[in-house]
């Protein structure tokens, strides 16, 4: 790839956009600095809607197929070399190793928050329908950060959306969770996708739609 052709005032400048995709790259992104200091930005997918979305961020050309690579194990990734960019994205607290900074209100301002989620839970997060043997709906984030979900947690409360941590019991495995609680997932998830434009994974968008719809329903049934 020619890494002079990333944007780097995509980067610069706070925007729905920006927000989306550092949430993104905080988790299922890296940073890697080579002997001589030098950083690799890589981000990694399944979906290859996302490599391609990303890579019109970055205004790399959607046709020159190149910029997106793919690992045996059938992952997508798209890497390329920025010091500038290294330095901006620290910033917001994606470092070699990822740190709780990213909160910092003067780098992120509250009216992106919600567009920084959205790319947190389409990396790292699950949308899930249970139908058997009693239909019930799941919305959580793992991250093996337990004091960053906290935090998380926290802010997402005072938005109004309860949510809770918790501790899978897997064997060997160091993986936390933030739940959103079931009654307020559909209004967590409407919040999330309000103002999403181009910026969503389309198929956890359409599970998100559903999981919204029998929210409602749930609740038109109670009400």
């Known amino acids: 790839m020619s890494w002079d052709k990333v944007n780097i005032k995509k980067f610069k400048t706070p925007s729905a956009d920006l927000a989306y995709w550092l949430g993104y790259i905080y ?3 890296s940073i890697y ?23 019109t961020f970055l205004d790399l050309p959607k046709n020159r197929i190149r910029n997106i690579k793919r690992y ?17 994205l620290n910033r917001f607290g994606i470092v070699k190793n990822k740190t709780k900074n990213i909160f910092k209100k003067e780098f992120l301002p509250d009216f992106y928050f919600s567009h920084y989620v ?3 839970f ?18 959580r984030l793992a991250n093996n950060d337990e004091s960053f ?3 998380l947690a926290n802010k997402l409360n005072k938005y109004g959306f309860c949510s809770q941590t918790y501790f899978p019991k897997y064997k060997n495995h ?3 969770c933030l739940r959103i609680k079931s009654k307020f997932q559909g209004n967590f998830l409407k919040w999330l996708y309000k103002y999403s434009n181009k910026n969503k994974l389309t198929r956890k968008y359409i599970i998100a739609k559903n999981i919204i719809q029998y929210r409602r329903n749930k609740t038109n049934v109670m009400g």
Do not use: H, W
């Not at 890589?42 to 890579?55: A, R």
């Not at 045996?72 to 901006?88: L, T």
């Not at 389409?122 to 919305?139: A, H, K, N, W």
């Open 174 to 176: 160091n993986t936390k």
């Open 33 to 55: 600095y080579s002997k001589i200091g030098n950083p690799l930005i890589t981000l990694y997918s399944n979906d290859y809607e996302i490599m391609q979305n990303y890579i």
């Open 72 to 88: 045996s194990n059938m992952e997508y990734y798209v890497k390329f070399r920025s010091r500038q960019i290294a330095d901006i």
């Open 122 to 139: 389409e990396s790292d997060g699950y949308y899930g329908i249970y139908p058997e043997p009693r239909l019930s709906t799941e919305v």
């Open 27 to 29: 988790g299922d992104g």
């Open 118 to 120: 959205r790319g947190l």
């Open 149 to 151: 979900l906290k935090i």
